[in-house]
Structure formats: C-alpha cells, structure tokens
C-alpha cells in the first residue's frame, strides 16, 4: 500500500470549527455570526478565533454593518476557501477509500 501523506493536509481547514464553518457556509451561502454560533454550538471566543483564522488565510470574508444599533458581522466562503474545502474533502475520501480497500482485503 502506497504510504498517506498527511503533510498535505491543510490544517486551516482541519480543525472542527473551521471545518464546520466552511461546510456551513459552502452549503447556506452567507451566514452572520449568531447564526454560525449556534449552528455550531460554540463559544463567541472560539468561533471569534476560528473566524479571524480563515479570514487570514483568505478562505472567508466578512462584512460588517449595523442592524439598528448593534453590529452584525456576516461570513461568506471565498474561491479560495471552496477550493481549500474541495481540497481537503477530496484528501479525506482518498484516507476513506484506503482504509476501505485495506479492511475489504482483510476479509
């Protein structure tokens, strides 16, 4: 069996949260801040973190306005945030399939 490079793992999008935000937004479209925090049933703090990494990396973007009197921050994927998600999926079904091949082969 052909050795897994793990190295080409892209570890902005590996975590849970950032995985989760970009598969939320890839799949809704733009999302604000309140609605990823529940959806992903996070803390403001780490979801605030999480955020900030992704719009560093590039994979998201955000817009800020004012709703009435408070602020309302909204994030939609980037292109390169899609690719990155598109990327990182398709490295995950090749981990999937080896260790389907390899289980189908011990049987």
Same mark, same amino acid.
């Given at each position: 069996?052909? &050795?897994?490079?793990?190295?080409?793992? $892209? @570890?902005?999008?590996? *975590? &849970?949260?950032? +995985?989760?935000?970009?598969?939320?937004?890839?799949? $809704? #479209?733009?999302?604000?801040? @309140? @609605? +990823?925090?529940?959806? +992903?049933?996070?803390? $403001? #703090?780490?979801?605030?973190?999480?955020?900030?990494?992704?719009?560093? @990396?590039?994979?998201?973007?955000?817009?800020?306005?004012?709703? *009435?009197?408070? &602020?309302? =921050?909204?994030?939609?994927?980037?292109?390169? #945030?899609? =690719?990155?998600?598109?990327?990182?999926? =398709? =490295?995950?079904?090749?981990?999937?399939?080896?260790?389907?091949?390899? $289980?189908?082969?011990?049987?």
């Amino acid at each position: 069996m052909a &050795p897994i490079d793990f190295n080409g793992i $892209d @570890t902005a999008v590996h *975590g &849970p949260v950032r +995985l989760g935000v970009l598969t939320a937004l890839q799949m $809704d #479209g733009a999302l604000d801040f @309140t @609605t +990823l925090k529940k959806r +992903l049933d996070v803390a $403001d #703090g780490a979801l605030g973190l999480h955020l900030r990494n992704l719009e560093e @990396t590039g994979y998201v973007a955000c817009k800020k306005a004012f709703v *009435g009197r408070r &602020p309302k =921050s909204t994030y939609k994927i980037t292109a390169v #945030g899609r =690719s990155a998600l598109r990327h990182y999926l =398709s =490295s995950m079904q090749k981990l999937i399939d080896a260790i389907e091949a390899r $289980d189908a082969g011990t049987n």
